[in-house]
Structures are given as C-alpha cells and as structure tokens.
C-alpha cells in the first residue's frame, strides 16, 4: 500500500533564514505526482508545489523547492527566506490513478509538519 | 474565493440528529473528494465521485452516506454519527482526463463538524 511519512511532526525557522522539510513516500509505482500542500491557520490547503516522477528535475516555485530522489522514494521541501506568512501545516501528498474503470486519481496525505517562523 | 465553497463552515448536531454537509465547486471540474481531518491524523480519504459515478469508498461507516448529484455538488449526508466524528470534513476536487495529467485538488475551506 501507498504511504506517506512525514517525520518531522514540527519545526522551527527563524525569518529569513532557510527550512528543509522531509517527507518520503512507499510505492511500486513509477508514474505519480508529489506535492506539498500548505494549510495556514483558516484551514484552507493551498498548493505549495508538485513533482513529475519521470522528471529528474526538481521542482522550484518562487522560495519554495523540492529535492526529489525518486531512488530513495524521498521529497524534502526547501523554504528559503522564510517568512511569517509561511508559518502553517505542510503536507506531503502522492497522488496514484485509482485501480477502476474510470481510473479518478486519488490523494494520500502524510500527518504533517508543522512551521513556525520565529520573528 | 477558492473555487470550492462548502457550507456549513461549522455544525454542531446531536447524535440522533440528520444533518448535512454541502461542497460546491466552480472550476469546471470532473471529479470530487471527500476527506476527513482529524487532530494527529492523515487526511483520510472517504469518497471519491468521477463525474457522477462513486469510484471510491474508503470503508466509511454507512452513517456517513455521500451524494454526487452532478459534477460540480456534492454532498455528505450524516445520521446517528459519534462523538468521534467530530472533525474537519474537507471537499475537494480536480480535471481528470485527457489534457488533465497535471491538474492538481484543489480544496474548500472545510465543514467543522462536532457531535455531541
């Protein structure tokens, strides 16, 4: 089964400076997506970024990047110049077609880590 | 505005009592998610409709009985829940098909649900 570990249950980072989150995932699979997800204090799960497996490249958006080793089954996030507005849950998600005729995708979550930004 | 809107943003209901929880999206999208999000917990996946059509049912109790009656609502309809229910109930959705490979879910802001 697909799984999702998040190891870090929280962290802190003081502003401006740079914060690594871990995630790794289990799979047998070798067409998925990864993403990190953000869900600041109103709930509201935002899309911080996302992976290709078949793309070696890591994925970079904005102070947001990933360290992708899809050998390792390993997705760290890299925040860079953090901010007090990066303070919230992060989510490391796997996404995998469902195994049915119409073949929806479907979302494994990991539990989190949760960010503090110290000013 | 996020794109997918669900109401009520917070219920408290009885354990006898009949509620519902409903999610709209704007998006144009095919398919909708129901998660639950517990304190310590993953998001748990519950449904999962393609179009109109359950393809996913993640062994939820039948007091939690889903409602897809076209491909932009759905609904989460509960009876004789338990306190242990009580949760943040999230509605979800995405493109799935051709063109959409990359299309990722994108979340509402959550039905707070407390079961007393």
């Known amino acids: 089964a697909q799984t999702v570990t998040q190891s870090q249950p929280e962290m802190s980072v003081q502003e401006a400076e740079t914060v690594t989150l871990s995630c790794t995932y289990d799979?047998?699979?070798?067409?998925?997506?990864l993403f990190w997800y953000k869900q600041p204090p109103s709930r509201q799960m935002i899309l911080v970024i996302r992976?290709?497996?078949?793309?070696?490249q890591n994925a970079t958006e904005n102070r947001f990047s990933v360290n992708f080793q899809k050998a390792a089954k390993s997705f760290s996030l890299k925040i860079s110049d953090s901010q007090l507005g990066d303070a919230a849950m992060y989510f490391c998600?796997?996404?995998?077609?469902?195994?049915?005729?119409?073949?929806?995708?479907?979302?494994?979550f990991g539990t989190g880590t949760r960010l503090k930004v110290l000013a | 505005e996020t794109g997918v809107t669900q109401t009520p943003r917070h219920l408290v209901m009885g354990m006898t009592n009949k509620k519902s929880l409903k999610c709209e999206q704007h998006?144009?999208?095919?398919?909708m998610y129901w998660y639950k999000q517990s304190a310590k917990k993953p998001l748990e996946l519950m449904f999962v409709?393609?179009?109109?059509?359950?393809?996913e049912n993640n062994s939820v109790p039948s007091r939690f009985s889903p409602e897809c009656p076209n491909s932009s609502h759905l609904f989460l309809h509960l009876h004789t829940l338990q306190p242990e229910d009580s949760a943040l109930y999230l509605c979800?959705?995405?493109?799935f098909g051709q063109g959409a490979k990359g299309n990722t879910i994108y979340f509402g802001e959550g039905s707070w649900l407390t079961v007393v």
């Open positions: 992976q290709e497996a078949y793309k070696q």
């Open positions: 799979t047998s699979e070798s067409d998925y997506y």
């Open positions: 979800a959705s995405t493109l």
């Open positions: 409709y393609n179009f109109k059509e359950q393809t």
């Open positions: 998006l144009g999208h095919n398919a």
């Open positions: 998600a796997y996404r995998r077609r469902l195994r049915t005729t119409s073949g929806t995708y479907k979302y494994i």
